[in-house]
């Protein structure tokens, strides 16, 4: 027992979680709030579309009601189940499904909290300000990681063996094609991330992004498409192209003579600087920011 005379030790100051156990919390609290949401209903008509071409491709197959010969500069060709499943995963999902996860889910993730007037609950939390943007982002990850990929995997096998297709030859392949499109789903999620930390209306700005600046800039020659996030995912996907000598050869002619695709190191480089650069200033501007609420 300390002597009357002693002074008292200082009360100890409360030390709140680490980032890490911080981002885990708000992981668990999100995950399941975000995949039972009404948007994710939304989502799985989206990435459903692509199943059900497949499953109409393979009806008229079946009826040889599909015609997939045809000639390209003077020669034969034939499409196959992998080129079409190349295609899809081109036009599908890399094109439209995976940017509009992103769209919706990365700029929601502080957003949607300050529509719902809760940001004040989740900030006056012990844990940082920046550990509430990461966890949701990686709810975001996990929960669009689970509509799109099981959706890749069914058109796949839907596909693929069509017209003399083998799965066995492909499946290389389809894992390269999940994890590009993970990939996809971490950039446009975190780029969208900075949009929604930045914006007042981020879901506009968004969707003026993925189906206004991106489809234009991408065509125009010039330095312009370095601004997109497409012009760096072309450079990885020429895998997802099988090499069939037709109509391969055009889209990747047709791609190259515009300059939209880059290199593989160049698109690495690229995707990992949006990435990086865009959940570092978001959280930046997350833990500076002050949010008041509209009455």
């Known amino acids: 027992m300390p002597s009357p005379h002693e002074p008292m030790p200082p009360p100890s100051t409360p030390v709140g979680p680490s980032f890490p156990a911080s981002v885990a919390r ?28 497949a499953l109409m491709l393979r009806l008229l197959v079946s009826m040889d009601l599909f015609d997939a010969s045809g000639e390209l500069d003077g020669r034969p060709v034939n499409i196959d189940g992998p080129t079409i499943f190349g295609l899809m995963i081109w036009g599908f999902y890399l094109s439209f499904s995976v940017p509009l996860l992103g769209v919706f889910y990365g700029t929601s993730l502080i957003a949607d909290e300050v529509e719902d007037r809760t940001i004040t609950y989740l900030f006056t939390r012990p844990v940082p300000r920046g550990a509430v943007l990461v966890g949701k982002y990686l709810a975001y990850l996990v929960c ?13 096998f839907l596909v693929v063996p069509l017209l003399g297709g083998s799965v066995g030859a492909g499946f290389p392949d389809l894992l390269k094609d999940l994890a590009l499109l993970a990939v996809g789903l971490a950039v446009y999620g975190a780029l969208f991330a900075l949009v929604g930390a930045l914006f007042k209306r981020p879901l506009l700005t968004g969707l ?4 206004g600046w991106e489809p234009v800039v991408i065509m125009v020659p010039g330095y312009m498409k370095r601004f997109t996030v497409s012009y760096y995912l072309q450079g990885l996907v020429p895998h997802a192209m099988p090499e069939d000598g037709g109509v391969t050869n055009l889209v990747l002619r047709v791609l190259q003579a515009n300059e939209i695709l880059p290199s593989a190191t160049v698109g690495l480089v690229g995707l990992a600087v949006i990435v990086i650069g865009g959940l570092a200033l978001a959280v930046r501007l ?10």
Do not use: N
């Not at 668990?28 to 948007?39: A, H, K, P």
């Not at 669009?144 to 796949?156: E, T």
């Open 208 to 211: 003026v992004f993925i189906f």
């Open 26 to 53: 708000i992981y668990d609290l999100s995950f399941g709030q975000m995949l039972w949401s009404r948007r994710t209903v939304f989502m799985v008509l989206v990435v459903g579309g692509p199943v059900a071409v």
């Open 144 to 156: 669009a990681g689970l509509l799109v990929l099981p959706s890749v995997v069914l058109v796949f």
């Open 286 to 295: 997350v833990d500076r920011r002050e949010y008041v609420l509209e009455q």
